[in-house]
């Protein structure tokens, strides 16, 4: 009995994500061609911001570097769309994604001997590295220019299929499908065994250490997942642009990812999703008024730590949802 | 000797707040915008429009650990950084708002143009007068530290927060007034460097992070520390440049994390 009630309350949960996948697939008919370009942008950076809150809200560690893995993942994606002959965009994609996660495991590695305040000092200071290599390596990565000109490659496996993706409608799907998957996976990664595992970690990190969890190393590989979806962040990015440069790398885009998982609430799965959005949302409206919103961001940011700390999918979940995790 | 004074503010701020305080630069930032505007467009006597510049951002220190910081005490790290790193994105846009985004350089008063020759070689007396005031702060410091009642509180509040609260030591007052003295310190830094280096929007930033490498190398909290790791980094700056390009900025940050690694007290912390 208890169970067809708990059937019977999600139902409106698959109502609601049906709704908005059907509304995400049709957009590109409707929506135009700006409205298509800012949700491509608003998925990369919920990547970003889930990237964020798997360190900050489900193990309880602050990254400033996260831009890092996403200047890898792009300028790794880059580099192998601008070295092929007859470039290939799983190629690229899967190319800078295996290198945003090598970075991530050697910085990793590096960064979980400490926790709190001098682990967000150490990624910040990895993070600043990665951004003086993009600004300064001028052979590799064209210094303050960055990398022009990458293609927009066709999706194809040889031999079986091959799409083409120069109109934005078709990456805006490749984007989509990309992103759902990554959504899909985080939600099974923090609902895992491993994903309670680091929950216990940010709660009490002795207890969990008696419990027999080697500590450290769930911590990296948490650290190693999360610089992944920051490289995806990152690698889907080039191709959409056709051009990196290094501000990607810089550490005030961390401090974009943290106030995206801020916005929507840490310690809530869907928080960085709708932080993105919002974040989004906020920039246009402000930007048709004014071009210093950065100014009012400051001045949301304030009231959301004085007053808001939650996050607005927490406030929501407090108020009229206590029974549900979102 | 720039690098010092912002770090030194911060360190003070970090030792007994225990707050990292990104906003920080910003105070950096607008000590070198409110000097600008009272020295290079009023027209005011530099030494008055240094004085005065301080206080203001003093004043202005003062109103934001009231009004902000002063709620975020207890919260924990994140809320903490991402509430200073708000300031940063206020008071850089509010720059651009009154001062516009171009750099401002007004010129180096009269009394300290002009070189005199040090060695042999000419050198320029601003720039002698910048390193003698970094000095004099540096041991200004040390003395008001070790010898004033209130540096004695401060050493107290530091050690046993409780317990100097317990003896009677105005905590929140203390609090106050040591942000007050730390933002006006960064804000000399950003005063100073107005007539040499350029003030512009997004300065602060830029200071906040090599503040930080500067601090960490000498130890969160620590003043002799952050005077030697200000050293180190000028210095690695400036022969960097000559020397390495490409690896400046990168070697910078590279000590910062060997020292984070293997002495996260910093090189001369306890």
């Known amino acids: 009995m208890a169970k067809l009630k708990e059937t019977f309350k999600l139902k409106p949960v698959y109502l609601f994500l049906t709704a908005l996948a059907i509304f995400l697939l049709a957009l590109p008919q409707f929506g135009g061609r700006y409205l298509t370009y800012i949700v491509i942008h608003v998925m990369l950076l919920s990547l970003l911001g889930l990237s964020v809150n798997l360190l900050l809200g489900y193990t309880g560690l602050l990254s400033f570097g996260q831009a890092a893995f996403c200047a890898s993942g792009a300028y790794g994606c880059a580099k192998i769309l601008l070295a092929m002959d007859s470039p290939s965009l799983l190629a690229g994609v899967f190319g800078g994604l295996l290198i945003a996660g090598a970075v991530a495991l050697v910085i990793g590695f590096l960064c979980v001997r400490h926790t709190d305040i001098y682990f967000a000092m150490l990624t910040l200071c990895f993070g600043m590295m990665i951004y003086s290599l993009a600004l300064k390596w001028r052979s590799m990565t064209g210094g303050d220019d960055g990398l022009v000109g990458i293609p927009r490659a066709p999706l194809e496996i040889p031999g079986l299929f091959s799409i083409n993706m120069s109109p934005m409608e078709n990456y805006y799907y490749f984007v989509l499908i990309m992103t759902g998957i990554a959504i899909f996976l985080f939600y099974r990664l923090v609902n895992s065994p491993f994903g309670l595992s680091l929950q216990s970690i940010r709660d009490s990190e002795s207890r969990t250490a008696f419990t027999g969890i080697p500590v450290r190393t769930y911590r990296l590989i948490a650290f190693v997942i999360a610089g992944l979806y920051a490289g995806l962040a990152g690698v889907l990015l080039p191709p959409l642009e056709n051009t990196v440069t290094p501000p990607i790398a810089h550490w005030s885009y961390s401090g974009e990812g943290v106030i995206v998982a801020l916005l929507g609430g840490i310690y809530t799965f869907t928080g960085p999703i709708v932080g993105a959005l919002l974040f989004f949302v906020i920039k246009d409206v402000i930007m048709r008024f004014t071009e210093y919103w950065l100014f009012w961001l400051g001045i949301i940011v304030l009231a959301l730590v004085l007053g808001l700390r939650g996050g607005v999918v927490g406030a929501i979940q407090r108020k009229f949802l206590p029974k549900m995790t979102l | ?270």
């Open chain 2, 1 to 270: 000797m720039y690098l010092w004074l912002i770090a030194a503010g911060l360190t003070i701020v970090f030792g007994v707040l225990r707050i990292l305080n990104f906003a920080h630069g910003v105070f950096y930032m607008l000590g070198g915008y409110a000097t600008f505007t009272l020295y290079g467009m009023l027209g005011l006597n530099f030494w008055l429009s240094l004085v005065l510049s301080l206080i203001s951002v003093a004043l202005l220190g003062g109103l934001i650990e009231r009004l902000f910081l002063r709620q975020v005490y207890n919260l924990e790290l994140p809320y903490q950084l991402i509430l200073t790193y708000a300031f940063i994105l206020i008071f850089d846009d509010l720059a651009k708002m009154i001062w516009g985004p171009m750099f401002k350089i007004p010129p180096v008063p009269s009394a300290l143009s002009g070189t005199v020759s040090v060695l042999g070689r000419a050198f320029p007396v601003y720039n002698l007068f910048i390193i003698g005031t970094g000095i004099a702060v540096a041991i200004g410091l040390w003395l008001i530290l070790g010898r004033t009642w209130w540096g004695k509180t401060i050493r107290a509040a530091v050690s046993e927060r409780e317990m100097a609260s317990a003896l009677g030591i105005n905590i929140p007052m203390l609090f106050l007034t040591v942000f007050m003295f730390g933002t006006a310190v960064a804000a000399l830094g950003g005063a100073l460097s107005v007539p040499t280096r350029v003030v512009t929007p997004g300065v602060g930033m830029l200071m906040i992070v090599e503040a930080f490498v500067v601090t960490v190398i000498g130890g969160l909290g620590n003043l002799k520390g952050a005077f030697i790791g200000a050293l180190i980094v000028g210095m690695l700056t400036s022969y960097g440049i000559m020397f390495i390009p490409i690896l400046q900025l990168f070697t910078m940050y590279a000590i910062m994390a060997i020292v984070l690694l293997i002495r996260p007290q910093g090189i001369f912390g306890r």
